[in-house]
């Protein structure tokens, strides 16, 4: 199985940035098929950015030219750089598979952005 761990979420203030980190762990051939999803409270989870098939970045509009994904295939860890953070950023981060089939979810962390 695949053990995810995401990390590196906190309080922070409008206008600020956190840097998201994602550890993989087991029976992962690849990180390249990651993302990063998010789910607010009583909303769905939605991914917010990912890798495409050939290794380039998407992005959701919410989240375009301010958050940034990256990859480090070696570590076999999925990052998330997230700039100019606001309000409607706060939601639990979670990263996973881009596609089906998913992982088993991991605990997500945190990311509150004040006002």
């Known amino acids: 199985q695949v053990q995810l761990v995401e990390s590196g979420g906190g309080l922070v203030q409008a206008g600020g940035s956190l840097r998201l980190s994602c550890a993989a762990s087991?029976?992962?051939?690849?990180?390249?098929?990651m993302g990063w999803y998010r789910q607010a409270p009583g909303k769905q989870r939605e991914l917010v950015a990912a890798?495409?098939?050939?290794?380039?970045?998407v992005y959701d509009d919410s989240v375009k030219g301010r958050f940034t994904i990256s990859r480090d295939n070696v570590k076999k860890a999925v990052y998330l750089q997230m700039n100019s953070l606001k309000p409607e950023d706060t939601a639990v981060y979670y990263c996973?598979?881009?596609?089906?089939?998913?992982?088993?979810w991991g605990q997500g962390t945190q990311v509150t952005v004040s006002s």
């Open positions: 087991g029976s992962i051939f690849s990180i390249n098929p």
């Open positions: 890798f495409s098939a050939t290794g380039t970045t």
């Open positions: 996973n598979r881009r596609t089906y089939p998913l992982f088993s």
